[in-house]
Every structure is written in C-alpha cells, then in structure tokens.
C-alpha cells in the first residue's frame, strides 16, 4: 500500500517535474555552470613551451594582471565605460521622458522607431559610423563645404569615437528601463507638487527623479558592464587607442594564444560584474528588470 | 516672454531635441543604404562615385556572403526552436514545482543577461575545446540556445505571473490528462509570452557577433563575414544586402504587429 502510495506520488509529482525542468537545468549547468568553473580552472593552467596549455598550477597569470601596461587599459576601460554610461543617461533620460509622457497617437511608432536600427546587425552600424565620420566621410564633406574646415580632419581611432560607437549600441538598454519607470510614474502626483507650489524644478528633483531611479540604475547596469566587453566598438572606432579589458581577453584567445592568461583577465569581468550586481541588489534594484 | 509663448518654445525644443536623436540612430543607417547604391569600384569604397544599382544584382554573385546569410538564419532558427521549446517547458516546471537548487538555476538564469559576452564566449569555447567537441555550426547552435534561454523564460515567467492554475485544474477534473491540458490550456494562455520570447530569441541570435566569434570553428555567419570584411572595407554589395535585410525585417514586423492588433479586438 505504501510502495502504491509513492509510486503514484513519483508518477504525479516526481516524473512530471523531472521532465519540466530537467532540460533546462541540464542546459544550464553543462553551458554556464561548467564553462565558468573552466574559465576559473584555465586562469591557473600555465602554458608549455609549445604554448599548449598544460594543467600545472601557477599564479603567474594573476602576477601579469598588474602589469603596468594592463593596468592604463583597466583605467581607459574604467573611464570609456563611466563615460558612456553618463552620455546615455544624459541623452536616453529627457529622450524616454518625452517619448513616454508625450499625448500624441503616435506614442507606439516613436518607441518603436528607438528599436527598428537594431534590427541591422550591428557591426554594419558601427561600420556605418566609421564610414561617416573619416577622412573621406560624410562629416568631412559638409564641414569642409560650408567652410568649417580647409583640412579634412580624422575624427576615428580614438576614445572620443570609441565612447560614441559605445552609446550608440547600448543606447536602447538605457531608453527600454527609463521608459518603463517613467510611464509608470503617477501624474497625479506631480499635480499635488505644484499645486502644493513647488516649482518644475523642485518637482523633478523631488518627485520625478526618486520615483524614475530605478530606470537609471538598471539602464546603467545593463550599459556599463557590457561596454568592457565590447572590443569590436573599440576595434573599429577606436584602432587599438582605446582599448578594452575586452580586447585583451580577445587577443589573447585570438593572435596571442594564451588562453591562461585570457582566463584570468575574464575573471576580472566576473567579479566587477558580480560586485556591481550586488550593489544593485542591495539598492532595491529588481533583476527581472535587466532582462530586456 | 508670455507663459503661452514659453510653452511653445518649451515644446519646439522637445520636438527638436527628439529629431537629433532619431537622426542619431538612423544616420549610420542611412551612410550604409546611401552606400550601397555607390558606384564605386576601389577600395575602401568610400567616395562617391555615383548611383548604381549593379550591387543589387552583383549580391547574388557573391555566394560566400550569401552562404553566411543561409548560416545565420539556419543558427537563428535552430537556436529559437530549441531554446523556447526547452525555455517554455522549464518556466512552467520551474513555476510549478519546487526542488533542491532551484535557486541555483535561477541564478545560472541571470547570467547571460548580465555577463559581458566575450566572458560566455571564451568560457564555451574553452569548454569545447576541452571535450573536444569540434567547432562549427553545432557548437553555434549550442552557445545561442544558452544565451537564448533565459530570454524565453523570463517572457514567459511574465506571463505566468497573472496565471489562473484553477483553469487547468478544471482541465483534468474534466477528464483530460496533463499531456491533453499542456497543449489546449497552459499553451494558448502563455503564447504571447511564448511569441515574444522567440522573438527576442531570434533578433539576438541574428545579431549576435561577439559569442559567436569565439566558437564558430570555419563556419562564418553573417555578422562574421561583415567582421571580417570590415578589415578590408566592407564592399557595397554587404551594404546592400545589409538594406534589404532592414526593409524585410521592418515589413515582417509591420506584418505581425498588425496581425496582433486584430487579435486584440476580437
């Protein structure tokens, strides 16, 4: 009677639950799970004189991490990130105010004309920039025809062009956080503010602002950590000036051939991606939100 | 200044403010479609040379570029198939039954969405190449079902928040097994979620560059073959076919945004 009992609970619970979820669990450990722990194991591997890589403990990767050279490109990566995240606050923040609050029929179109360019891959995009922005490019052209310029100027391959290809590509990842926060503001609220006499400025600071940071923290999130990865941005635009932690990790899994080492430098995404997910966390910041 | 008058110029510098950034986003647009009618012949293919529209015929030439295009949509069709298959079945489970290391799971979930990508990238290449598994189309497939998974869960999950379990407790009091109630009652409530998920599935797969770079063996995608060119410069006929991609997706999505507007009215 027991052995029926549980038999049918297996067949009831159990069975229907292993199917459900097994797949994806599986998906999860073999190609997440695994990987990272792989990545973890490789940053201590040291490489044979054939430059294969053999399972003998080292920590000479780490040792090469505060190399002088490695540490100018964590402090360029540092900056183009914090730059690219502010421009795209700058930008992305009046830009979803006006978009989400505006009265006019056309509210769908404007949102949806924010995604559309992502639909072209992106290094066409970003292809499209350097095209614009060279010696021989459109912005060349119109500077040079209304007499701005005699000599035509390069405005590529540097950390300027670089943080520019950066915005453009994670712009919407800013626009999609604020625009929901900002929709879900209550108006009603910002009538009780003036009525009670407080000005446009005192408002926003004290109403709009609190109630929308949600937006601006998960829009940053989903703006910096990507942006140090990014290394065809600042391959394209930047030509090797304003290189990346995410060109190093490249280069050593491409041309350099040193994976150990490329291991140890992903280990720095990791933790600087798991402290700024902590600090988000602990900011009452909600992870279905980064989901797009 | 009078309170209408700086009402007004408040709205026309909006209007103003919004127009540059849609020019922003359309402009290198713009530069590939105004290119793609170039008639230059020489490299880098910059300067104008006058319109033609002999790239559109020379595309279907190029049987390398068009050979990636087939690629990308075969890995985009594989990896949208599998990952809202596997995606849908586990935010059901995951939603309706508890277990030990959920939490594990749920948290493995995060990853891709919050992770650079050349760190999944390099992880699952080092994982190949650890087991051996030789790099091409398949390992494509399995490196974007990963990263397309938790898209379809969390669209899905969305769904499933508002969900009535008593309809398909209802469904087997009737008399149908769980099999008969997955597919007529839990499947047509989630298929928005399902829909957009696959959707999303789809777009980041096409797009995708950085994690397929790492783990593509001799097989080129589109993104890769545009990469690739890029070192080059990137000749008309992929700005072309570039073009004509943007048209049809925009179609396609006109398509199916007004198909789902008829929906909602009945």
Known sequence: MAKGKSKHKWRANTLPALIMVGPVSFWMLIFIAVPLIYVFVMSFCSLDEYYNVTYKFTLSNYRRLIDIDYLKIYGQSLLIALLTTFFCILVAYPFSYLIARTKSKKKNLLYMLVIIPFWTNSLIRIYGWRTFLGTSGWLNTILHFFHILKEPVDFLFNKGATVLGMVYCLFPFMVLPLYTAIEKLDTSLLEASSDLGARKGATFWEIVLPLTSSGIFSGSIMVFIPTLGYFFVSDILGGGNADLIGNLIERQFQSGNNWPLGAALSIILIVVTLILVKIYQKMGGDMDSLGV | ?266
């Not at chain 2, 647009?29 to 033609?52: E, H, R």
């Not at chain 2, 990896?79 to 749920?106: E, H, P, W």
């Open chain 2, 1 to 266: 200044m009078t309170r209408a008058s700086k009402k007004r110029a408040g709205k026309i510098s909006s209007v103003v403010f919004c127009c540059l950034v849609y020019i922003f986003l359309f402009l290198p647009i713009a530069v590939v479609v105004v290119n793609s009618f170039n008639a230059t012949t020489s490299k880098p293919y910059l300067i104008w040379k006058g319109f033609t529209l002999n790239w559109y015929a020379t595309l279907w030439e190029n049987t390398a570029l068009l050979e990636s295009f087939g690629n990308t949509i075969l890995l985009a069709a594989m990896s949208t198939l599998l990952a809202t298959i596997i995606g849908t079945i586990g935010a059901v489970g995951m939603y309706k039954y508890k277990f030990r290391g959920k939490s594990v799971i749920d948290g493995l979930l995060y990853v891709p969405v919050v992770i650079p990508e050349i760190v999944l990238g390099i992880s699952l290449l080092i994982l190949f190449a650890n087991v051996n598994i030789p790099r091409g189309i398949l390992t494509l497939v399995l490196a974007h079902v990963t990263f397309c998974i938790p898209f379809v869960i969390f669209n899905v999950r969305a769904r499933l928040a508002g969900y009535d379990n008593s309809v398909e407790e209802a469904s087997m009091d009737l008399g149908a097994n769980r099999i008969v109630t997955f597919f007529e009652i839990t499947l047509p409530v989630l298929a928005p979620g399902i829909g957009g998920g696959a959707l999303l599935a789809f777009t980041l797969s096409i797009d995708d560059v950085i994690i397929s770079y790492f783990v593509n063996g001799q097989t080129k995608t589109y993104p890769l073959k545009v990469m690739e060119s890029i070192k080059s410069g990137v000749s008309p006929d992929v700005n072309a076919l570039s073009s004509l991609l943007l048209v049809g997706t925009i179609a396609l999505v006109l398509a199916t945004q007004s198909n789902i507007f008829k929906k909602g009215k009945e």
